[in-house]
């Protein structure tokens, strides 16, 4: 069976320094992945998705980054972060192709101090 | 942007009756999607209409999706304490499959 992990689950940060956060995925092969950011009581923003290794789309402008080296990995990043980059930030996977559901993670609450 | 839009965004029920959530959505779709969060967690998956279809069960759930309106609402029959959670449509867009996109979300309490 697939599953996925995000972590950490809980961060605290203070402006402007950097930011990794990793997911993984495992049982399955060349997923789509996905970051999305959620305010809080708010739905998702989509900020990057993948569709294979080096491929990244960036839906928002804005401070921070994905990379995907490895075909199950999924690294969002900051170099400086900003007091408006706080939120609940979660990973998400899907098989290829159409009509297929997505799979979260548990989400990584950022703290920017 | 936002692709889908819940309605309302915040029902507050007794136990036991039924939730019906709408959703609203602007492009041509592949399918609509709804997921469940409870607070602090991922989304779950629930239920994946098609775009050719009109309506779907799975359990207690019943999702319907009028493309022509382009709308969905989602029913959650005889409700329980456990069902409290937001809940959100997504829509898989009919230019890019890979591109999935989340309304605002509908927080649903059930009052025991």
């Known amino acids: 069976s697939q599953t996925i992990h995000q972590w950490p689950a809980t961060l605290v940060q203070p402006v402007g320094s950097p930011l990794s956060l990793e997911c993984t995925v495992e049982?399955?092969?060349?997923?789509?992945l996905y970051w999305y950011r959620q305010a809080a009581g708010r739905g998702l923003q989509l900020l990057f998705y993948?569709?294979?290794?080096?491929?990244i789309s960036s839906e928002v402008p804005q401070n921070l980054s994905a990379s995907r080296p490895q075909d199950r990995q999924f690294i969002l990043s900051s170099k400086k972060l900003l007091l408006s980059d706080s939120g609940f930030y979660l990973c998400?996977?899907?098989?290829?192709?159409?009509?297929?559901?997505?799979?979260f993670g548990d989400g990584t609450r950022l703290s920017i101090l | 942007s936002q692709q889908g839009e819940e309605d309302p965004q915040a029902l507050s029920i007794q136990e036991g009756e039924n939730a019906t959530m709408n959703c609203s959505y602007k492009?041509?779709?592949?399918?609509l999607q709804w997921y469940r969060q409870n607070s602090g967690r991922g989304l779950v998956h629930l239920i994946l209409?098609?775009?050719?279809?009109r309506e779907k069960h799975s359990g207690r759930l019943r999702v319907t999706l009028d493309t022509s309106k382009k709308s969905s609402s989602l029913l959650i029959t005889a409700s329980r304490a456990a069902d409290t959670a937001s809940y959100f449509c997504?829509?898989?867009?009919?230019?890019?499959?890979?591109?999935?996109?989340f309304g605002s979300g509908t927080r649903l309490s059930i009052r025991p």
């Open positions: 998400a996977w899907k098989r290829v192709g159409r009509n297929q559901p997505q799979h």
């Open positions: 049982g399955t092969s060349n997923p789509n």
């Open positions: 993948s569709v294979g290794i080096g491929q």
């Open positions: 492009t041509s779709i592949n399918n």
């Open positions: 209409i098609r775009s050719n279809e």
């Open positions: 997504a829509t898989d867009g009919e230019s890019s499959a890979s591109k999935i996109i």
